[in-house]
């Protein structure tokens, strides 16, 4: 992960503005920075969103490939995850320190996001046991300055909103076997329902509050972070731990309900977006939200 050096007048400087509920940036401890959100920025794909959340910046494309569905789940498609972090965005990513973060993303997002609860997996499959759908969703890493899960999750999220899955039509050949045809009309197609699809909310602990959506600066204060996942109805999916120190269950228990509450009011105006763009279609204009 991207991080930078503070000197210990800064932490200072840092630590009693939390403490105040007043953060260097003007936000209070539960209150995320300017985001944009972009659908349909990359023509190749089948669905894609751009996220800049401050200065950190995420895109994402999603590909719709036919596979064969997995021994265990025969009646469900699967999604893959691939996160790539661009050495433009930090020099830390270069070499190995980008390829381990590719990875500890990718597992996360694969727990939070290629499960029956977020996602119509069911509806992915084409023939129980033979045909499915699988969804390749690509992470590209732009620009790092913290708080890359948060606007992760949004991207994919828009992602998903954004694509189309061509209708499948099955026809049987002569020899008793299943053909499937894909429809050629690019109006033809399948759209998923996003509307279980969790947020990412990360919270890190400085000093004896907790805040969201925090800097590079701010993380190098922080002790730990608590990543958690939250439908649009306040429903946590996945909690995970992240960093060196250690959280008393008090703070664990009320970072929690935090992430609860900052992530079930993420949803909304998200979705609104992502609706009036759809609506209106407007699919390559900037609009920001949060702000």
């Known amino acids: 992960m991207a991080t930078v050096k503070v000197s210990e007048a800064e ?44 200065h950190t910046a995420v895109l994402v494309g999603i590909k719709a490939e036919i596979g064969k569905p997995r021994p265990l789940v025969p009646d469900e498609g699967y999604l893959e995850f691939f996160v790539d972090c661009s050495a433009n965005a930090t020099p830390e990513f270069e070499g190995r320190g980008g390829e381990e973060l590719g990875i500890e993303l990718s597992n996360t997002l694969y727990r939070v996001f290629n499960n029956k609860n977020s996602i119509d997996l069911k509806g992915l499959c084409i023939s129980a046991g033979e045909h499915c759908w699988v969804l390749y969703v690509d992470v590209l890493l732009l620009q790092c300055d913290g708080n890359l899960y948060d606007a992760i999750s949004v991207a994919i999220k828009a992602a998903l909103f954004n694509t189309k899955i061509p209708r499948v039509h099955m026809s049987s050949d002569d020899e008793g076997g299943k053909e499937v045809e894909l429809s050629d009309d690019p109006f033809d197609c399948v759209r998923l329902s996003v509307e279980n699809v969790p947020c990412i909310v990360t919270l890190c602990k400085v000093g004896h509050r907790h805040v969201v959506d925090a800097t590079l600066q701010e993380k190098a204060c922080s002790v730990a972070s608590l990543i958690i996942a939250v439908t649009h109805r306040g429903t946590v999916t996945c909690v995970k731990k992240v960093g060196g120190g250690s959280l008393d269950p008090e703070s664990i228990f009320e970072m929690t309900e935090a992430g609860k509450r900052v992530g079930k009011a993420l949803h909304a105006p998200l979705m609104k977006l992502l609706q009036q763009e759809e609506s209106l279609g407007k699919k390559r204009e900037k609009v920001g939200f949060l702000g």
């Open 11 to 54: 932490k200072v400087y840092i630590l009693h503005g939390i403490r105040d509920d007043l953060r260097v940036d003007g936000r209070s401890c539960e209150d995320y920075r300017h985001m944009e959100v972009e659908t349909d920025v990359v023509s190749n794909t089948d669905g894609s969103a751009r996220v800049s959340l401050g």
